[in-house]
T-cell receptor, first 114, second 112 residues
Framework: DTGVSQNPRHKITKRGQNVTFRCDPI?????LYWYRQTLGQGPEFLTY????????KSRLLSDRFSAERPKGSFSTLEIQRTEQGDSAMYLC????????????FGSGTQLSVL | RKEVEQDPGPFNVPEGATVAFNCTYS??????FFWYRQDCRKEPKLLMS???SGNEDGRFTAQLNRASQYISLLIRDSKLSDSATYLC?????????????FGAGTQVVVTP
């Protein structure tokens, strides 16, 4: 499978716990994005990387959220001290050089915070 | 005010009919425009880019009206498989190229 891969597909956690999600982009894609989507809304930008550099982070993003892409390949998104409002679908996407606006999304990680 | 606004629908369309809907954007400096399609419980997928002169891709036609700051999508000869949520996407030069702004989507339901 050469698409964007995300793990896990589903995560149920208790409020206050930390969670980490992983994204493996399409191998030749240099840009990687994290979005969050709730029911009835479009994807909301969280952050993006070009290679290993994190170039932008949403001003709306709490300090409890952190993302890494240490070797410019896979990325992790960590949420510390989860809150019920963090419940959402977390989508990862990647894009190729010269086609930055053509995003290929993974299937997402559905987070439920109880 | 949201930067990208769409009529949520649903637009109920008989099979074979034509449906059209718009998306408005608030930033006049916006430069790039796209339509993405999202099936229920699936990830968004790029449907088509929207060019200044308008463009077609098979049964789909996209238009851009910069003066009134909206883009449109028209679907001709609707198929059952066209049932989905259509997301309007806008980028602006003041944003990072990575930061595509998504609308909340317009739901289209094609009925037999």
């Amino acid at each position: 499978d050469t698409g964007v891969s995300q793990n896990p597909r589903h995560k149920i956690t208790k409020r206050g716990q930390n969670v980490t999600f992983r994204c493996d982009p399409i191998s030749e894609h240099n840009r990687l994005y994290w979005y969050r989507q709730t029911l009835g809304q479009g994807p909301e930008f969280l952050t993006y990387f070009q290679n290993e550099a994190q170039l932008e982070k949403s001003r709306l993003l709490s300090d409890r959220f952190s993302a890494e892409r240490p070797k410019g390949s896979f990325s992790t998104l960590e949420i510390q001290r989860t809150e019920q409002g963090d419940s959402a679908m977390y989508l990862c996407a990647s894009s190729a050089p010269g086609a930055a606006e053509k995003l290929f999304f993974g299937s997402g990680t559905q987070l439920s915070v109880l | 005010r949201k930067e990208v606004e769409q009529d949520p629908g649903p637009f109920n369309v008989p099979e074979g009919a034509t449906v059209a809907f718009n998306c408005t954007y608030s930033n006049s400096a916006s430069q790039s425009f796209f339509w993405y399609r999202q099936d229920c419980r699936k990830e968004p997928k790029l449907l088509m880019s929207v060019y200044s002169s308008g463009n077609e891709d098979g049964r789909f036609t996209a238009q851009l009206n910069r003066a009134s700051q909206y883009i449109s999508l028209l679907i001709r000869d609707s198929k059952l498989s066209d049932s989905a949520t259509y997301l309007c996407v806008v980028t602006t030069p003041t944003d990072s190229w990575g930061k595509l702004q998504f609308g909340a989507g317009t739901q289209v339901v094609v009925t037999p």
